[in-house]
């Protein structure tokens, strides 16, 4: 399995939006609804963001939402804040029980 | 609360093996699967494979596949990830973590990471 392509790093300033887009193939993110997305400060855990492509954990702001078109999901971020800056990490089921995740993009909060 | 705690750091000599454990609490530990993700230094997440730990099934991703056992003990409610014929590019941090309530297509809760360098 190859991983995921994601855009190495976007930015936005604070209250804006951006939008992070993790590309697979119809064997993966286009061949099921089971895109995460997933939140890694450095020298932290991974933080669940998105789940089955556009759902929420509980207890997480709706500036977080999820979509897909094709075997292209999509993160966006509305209303940037300072503690968004962080890696994002896109994952997606690939069949047979297996999982791949994408590359990583770097937020950059200006 | 929902919580996994990992082993401490290792550092091992090529060649040689690691075991990593991941101690679950919070809730039942057999109905939810365990997920192995490495990221090496300066690298992104790299899923390994996972335990189902009520029937002890496994599945492993194909690069690792020749290398890796996840098992698990379901008396201490604690998973295991081996990894064997260590070289430098396994130095990283391997975190385990939860498969989802709604699905085992995401990971709900993560372990601390525990670092692993491969050097002679």
């Known amino acids: 399995q190859s991983a995921l392509t994601q855009p190495r790093s976007v930015s936005g300033s604070p209250g804006q939006s951006v939008t992070i887009s993790c590309t697979g193939t119809?064997?993966?993110?286009?061949?099921?609804?089971?895109v995460s997305w997933y939140q890694h400060h450095p020298g932290k855990a991974p933080k669940l963001l998105i789940y089955?492509?556009?759902k929420r954990p509980s207890g997480l702001p709706d500036r977080f939402s999820g979509s897909k078109s094709g075997n292209t999901a999509s993160l966006t971020i509305s209303g940037l804040q300072a503690e968004d800056e962080a890696d994002y990490y896109c994952?997606?089921?690939?069949?047979?029980?297996?999982?791949?995740f994408g590359g990583g993009t770097k937020l950059t909060v200006l | 609360q929902v919580q996994l705690v990992q082993s401490g750091a290792e550092v091992k000599e090529p060649g040689a093996s690691v075991k990593v454990s991941c101690q679950a609490s919070?809730?039942?530990?057999?109905?939810?699967?365990v997920h192995w993700v490495r990221q090496a230094p300066g690298q992104g997440l790299e899923w390994m494979g996972w335990?189902?730990?009520?029937?002890?099934?496994?599945k492993y991703s194909q690069k690792f596949q020749d290398r890796v056992t996840i098992s698990r003990d379901t008396s201490a409610s604690t998973a295991y990830m081996e990894l064997t014929s260590l070289r430098s590019e396994d130095t990283a941090v391997y975190y385990c973590?939860?498969?989802?309530?709604?699905?085992?297509?995401?990971?709900?809760?993560w372990g601390q990471g525990t670092l692993v360098t491969v050097s002679s």
């Open positions: 119809s064997s993966d993110v286009g061949g099921y609804n089971s």
């Open positions: 919070g809730y039942t530990f057999k109905t939810y699967a």
């Open positions: 335990i189902n730990p009520g029937n002890g099934n496994t």
């Open positions: 973590a939860k498969g989802g309530i709604v699905s085992i297509h995401y990971f709900d809760y």
């Open positions: 089955d492509v556009a």
């Open positions: 994952c997606s089921y690939a069949g047979s029980y297996t999982f791949v």
